[in-house]
């Protein structure tokens, strides 16, 4: 059996980057950072954090758009994917992405007024492919 299964928790660290391909598919990019503190060998706590690229397709791709914002937290699960690109000085680069399959929001909204909670605010958004279906939405176009 093979396996590509990834699931984090993390914040989101910029607003994300919604766009329309130029065949009409729905796409947003997202820079997620995860913590990981670890005891050095003085056994002070240090904080070290990983920043993941996160691409959500259709409507995983609207919800994202709509509901997440820099600062906001939520559990991703996807597959790891790699590419790689020539960048404008000429040079290679590769890069490994997470293509989302599911993606639940776990806090608050970010730049809620005086981060005061309401029942909306804390009530997990959860969204995946069965849950986009029955809102209507299809996933043949991903």
Excluded at 16 to 33: C, H, Q, W
Excluded at 51 to 76: D, E, Y
Excluded at 83 to 98: K, P
Aim: proline share 2%; net charge positive; glycine share 8%.
């Amino acid at each position: 059996m093979k396996f590509n299964i990834v699931a984090f928790a993390g914040t989101v660290g910029s607003e994300p980057d919604f766009r329309t391909t130029i065949t009409g598919k729905e796409v947003v990019s997202l820079s997620v950072a995860v913590n990981d503190p670890y005891r050095d060998f003085q056994g002070n706590l240090v904080d070290r954090t990983y920043w993941f690229r996160v691409i959500a397709w259709s409507a995983l791709a609207r919800f994202a758009g709509n509901n997440l914002h820099k600062g906001s937290q939520a559990i991703f699960s996807g597959k790891l994917t790699s590419r790689s690109y020539i960048d404008a000085s000429g040079s290679r680069r590769s890069i490994v992405e997470i293509i989302a399959t599911d993606i639940q929001q776990i806090s608050k909204k970010a730049g809620s007024e005086d981060n005061k909670s309401t029942s909306e605010d804390i009530v997990p958004k959860f969204i995946n492919a069965y849950d986009a279906a029955k809102n209507g939405y299809t996933f043949s176009d991903c």
